[in-house]
Nanobody, 124 residues
Framework: QVQLVESGGGLVQAGDSLRLSCAAS????????MAWFRQAQGEERDFVAV????????IYADSVKGRFTISRDNAKNTVYLQMNSLKPEDTAVYYC?????????????????WGQGTQVTVSS
């Protein structure tokens, strides 16, 4: 069982930066691939980025490539999402997710554990 707690969301202006954090409770954190998804109001939950357990693989959605960076610190059981050059269309609730497999890293059904989410609002 893994408990995930996101933090770092807030209200910012277009062009600003934010760093989201996701703290995991599991002692086996290093065995999980970790991802960020986001869900805008009235929309489906969409993939943002994923990092493999050994940090060997990272995948990004096209909409955030070059602006967002996912990273993890296995010693701190934490995964981060650095978001730069934020746009109003980045406004959403951002969710952290964990999986022991890497069979569907960009799909919500590929993840077993989810956090409660943190709101990011970008004003124009």
């Amino acid at each position: 069982q893994v408990q995930l707690v996101e933090s770092g969301g807030g209200l910012v202006q277009a062009g600003d930066s934010l760093r989201l954090s996701c703290a995991a409770s599991s002692r086996s954190f290093g065995r999980y691939a970790m991802a960020w998804f986001r869900q805008a109001q009235g929309e489906e939950r969409d993939f943002v980025a994923v990092v493999s357990w050994d940090i060997g693989v990272t995948i990004y959605a096209d909409s955030v490539k070059g602006r967002f960076t996912i990273s993890r610190d296995n010693a701190k059981n934490t995964v981060y999402l650095q978001m730069n050059s934020l746009k109003p269309e980045d406004t959403a609730v951002y969710y952290c997710a964990a999986t022991r497999t890497f069979s569907a890293p960009t799909e919500t059904y590929g993840y077993d554990y989810w956090g409660q989410g943190t709101q990011v609002t970008v004003s124009s």
